[in-house]
């Protein structure tokens, strides 16, 4: 059981930067893949960035592409997502999902992902 705990959310005005944090209670952090989605009012769950293990491979969604930032610290058992230039488009909850390490990819589906975090909530002042 991986337990994952959102922070770094908040109200920030167009064009602004925020960055979350995802705490991960594992033994087994250095192996398990991480990612980030986000849902908006009356929208379905979105894909928003994932990570490997070792950081080495970034996966990002096309809604948010170059504003973004995945990384992680090991060490930390954290995950991180730097968001730049944000915009009111940007407002949802924003989620971190893990998932045991596999041999494929498959990170922009929801049933990819083992475990949920509760979200944290971003909102885009125009």
């Known amino acids: 059981q991986v337990q994952l705990v959102e922070s770094g959310g908040g109200l920030v005005q167009a064009g602004g930067s925020l960055t979350l944090s995802c705490a991960a209670s594992?033994?087994?952090?250095?192996?398990?893949?991480m990612g980030w989605f986000r849902q908006a009012p009356g929208k379905e769950r979105e894909f928003v960035a994932a990570?490997?293990?070792?950081?080495?491979?970034?996966y990002y969604g096309e809604s948010m592409k170059g504003r973004l930032t995945i990384s992680r610290d090991n060490a930390k058992n954290t995950v991180y997502l730097q968001m730049n230039s944000l915009k009111p488009e940007d407002t949802a909850v924003y989620y971190c999902?893990?998932?045991?390490?596999?041999?494929?990819?498959?990170?922009?589906?929801?049933?990819?992902?083992?475990?949920w975090g509760q979200g944290t909530q971003v909102t885009v002042s125009s």
């Open positions: 594992t033994r087994t952090f250095s192996s398990t893949r």
């Open positions: 999902a893990a998932k045991r390490s596999g041999s494929s990819w498959s990170q922009d589906r929801v049933d990819y992902w083992d475990y």
């Open positions: 990570i490997s293990t070792s950081g080495g491979s970034t």
